[in-house]
Structures are given as C-alpha cells and as structure tokens.
T-cell receptor, first 110, second 115 residues
Framework: GQSLEQPSEVTAVEGAIVQINCTYQTSGFYGLSWYQQHDGGAPTFLSY????GLEETGRFSSFLSRSDSYGYLLLQELQMKDSASYFCAVLNQAGTALIFGKGTTLSVSS | ETGVTQTPRHLVMGMTNKKSLKCEQHLGHNAMYWYKQSAKKPLELMFV???????ENNSVPSRFSPECPNSSHLFLHLHTLQPEDSALYLC??????????????FGDGTRLSIL
C-alpha cells in the first residue's frame, strides 16, 4: 500500500527556520508534492520534487531523497501568516490523483 | 481568488435528506476530483474524473453518487448519509491526470454536517 508520515505539529517563532519532514512508502514513485492549507481554506500547491535535491522558491524550499524515500519542506524567515497545515503528497498507484499525508500543523508565534 | 468554486460552503442535513454539492472550475482543466477531509485524518480521495469520464472510485459507499456533465462541472449527490460522513468535502482540478508537476487546484470546500 501507500503511506506518508509527517509530524502532526510544529511550533516556532517569527523569523525562525522550520523543517517539516515526510517519509513515504509507495510503488511507482513519480515525485513528492507539498501543499499548504490555512484554517477553513483550500489546500494550495507549494512545490513538487521529481528528482533528488533541493528546490528553492522564495522563503520556502523542498528537498527530496528518492533513495531514502524522504523529503522535507523548509520554511525560512517565518511569518505569522505561515501558520497553517502543510501536507506532503504522492501520486496514487494508478497514477491518477494525489494521496496526502495527515498534515503538519505549524504554529508561528511572535 | 480560487479558480475552483464550490457551493454551498456549509450544509446541514438530516440522515434521510437528499442534497447535492456543486463544483465548477474556470481553469480549462481536464481532470476533476472529490476528496473528503475529516478531522485528524488525511485528505481521502473519493472519485477521479478525466474528460468527464470516471476513472476511479476509491471504494466510496453508494450513498455518495458523483456526476460530471462536462469537464468544468462536478457534482456529488448525497442521500441517506451517516453521522460519520460529516466532514469537509473538497473538489480539485488539474490540467491532466498523473503529472505531479501539474498541481491540483482546490476549492474552499463544503463543510457538511449530518444530524
């Protein structure tokens, strides 16, 4: 089967750096995606890694190691507005849709 | 502003009622999805449509009945629901199936409460 594991909660202060880890088990791996969801809102796409290495997009970076079935989302210069849930996701076995982890709730305080 | 619009935003219904959730995407995408999001659980994939044809039913009970009249509209018809069906129902779309580099765009969801 497929599964994704990520921490349930992370807390940090403004200006700090936070790393949210994700380990996955899946057959036919295509890549690892990250989504952000604010309370009561729609999940929104953050990043996608198909190859090993680090992808940087502004304050957010995402890393993938295919050999370790592991990736992480790195959030730098944290702001209050970054308080949200973050989900890692992989394509399902049929390759038709995303399967999501349980999500990591990030709380940023001043 | 989201390119995927869901209505209603909130719905309260009794177990014997029949209601429908509506999703419309304005992005010209070919694939549409229904997900269920319950507290403390990951988003659960329910149905997948590609060019208005159902390609996946993820073992969803028959009291949930999807309908996709065209690539822009997706409905979820509900009847004889159970209290455990109370959740946030999210619709999503993507340009095509099976490409993680083409992100799924989500609507804000319908918060469903079953009395």
């Amino acid at each position: 089967g497929q599964s994704l594991e990520q921490p349930s909660e992370v807390t940090a202060v403004e200006g700090a750096i936070v790393q949210i880890n994700c380990t996955y088990q899946t057959s036919g791996f295509y890549g690892l995606s990250w989504y952000q969801q604010h309370d009561g809102g729609a999940p929104t796409f953050l990043s996608y890694n198909a190859l090993d290495g680090l992808e940087e997009t502004g304050r957010f970076s995402s890393f993938l190691s295919r050999s370790d079935s592991y990736g992480y989302l790195l959030l730098q210069e944290l702001q209050m507005k970054d308080s949200a849930s973050y989900f890692c996701a992989v394509l399902n076995q049929a390759g038709t849709a995303l399967i999501f982890g349980k999500g990591t709730t990030l709380s940023v305080s001043s | 502003e989201t390119g995927v619009t869901q209505t209603p935003r909130h719905l309260v219904m009794g177990m014997t009622n029949k209601k429908s959730l509506k999703c419309e995407q304005h992005l010209g995408h070919n694939a549409m999805y229904w997900y269920k999001q319950s507290a403390k659980k990951p988003l659960e994939l329910m149905f997948v449509y590609n060019f208005k044809e159902q390609t996946e039913n993820n073992s969803v009970p028959s009291r949930f009945s999807p309908e996709c009249p065209n690539s822009s509209h997706l409905f979820l018809h509900l009847h004889t629901l159970q209290p455990e069906d109370s959740a946030l129902y999210l619709c999503a779309s993507s340009q095509d199936l099976g490409d993680g580099n083409q992100p799924q765009h989500f609507g804000d969801g319908t918060r469903l409460s079953i009395l």
